[in-house]
């Protein structure tokens, strides 16, 4: 279940994010959203320490999946581009909690 509360943690703070973008960019209205979102991904993720998943794995696995994901959405929302470069940062953030999580199995 820690995975769980982790993975709708993850996509309630990519969706806080990109209602954070909507709220500068435009309508006032989405800080609600921001709001909302950041409330429940850091509850969630507190569910998923609780629940017992360790703090570096929990935090990098967040940090490494939002990175990606807000990307992406990024491009694909508000046309923003992903260089090669991000593209390889990405990857080895990705390397790197891979690396964490097999160095505490």
Same mark, same amino acid.
């Given at each position: 279940m820690a995975w769980v509360f982790l993975a709708v943690?993850?996509?309630?703070?990519?969706a806080a994010t990109l209602s954070l973008k909507m709220a500068v960019t435009g309508r006032k209205a989405w800080y609600a959203a921001v709001a909302a979102g950041y409330?429940?991904?850091? /509850?969630? *993720?507190? *569910?998923?320490?609780?629940? !017992?998943? /360790?703090?570096?794995?929990?935090? !990098?696995?967040w940090a490494a999946a939002g990175v990606l994901l807000t990307t992406l959405a990024g491009?694909?929302?508000?046309?923003?581009?992903?260089?090669?470069?991000?593209?390889? !940062?990405?990857?080895?953030?990705?390397? /790197?909690?891979?690396?964490?999580?097999? /160095?505490t199995s």
């Open positions: 943690a993850i996509i309630a703070e990519v409330l429940v991904a850091i /509850g969630l *993720l507190s *569910l998923a320490l609780d629940a !017992g998943l /360790g703090l570096g794995l929990t935090y !990098g696995a491009a694909v929302l508000f046309a923003e581009r992903v260089s090669r470069t991000s593209a390889v !940062g990405i990857a080895l953030v990705i390397t /790197g909690i891979a690396l964490v999580k097999w /160095g």
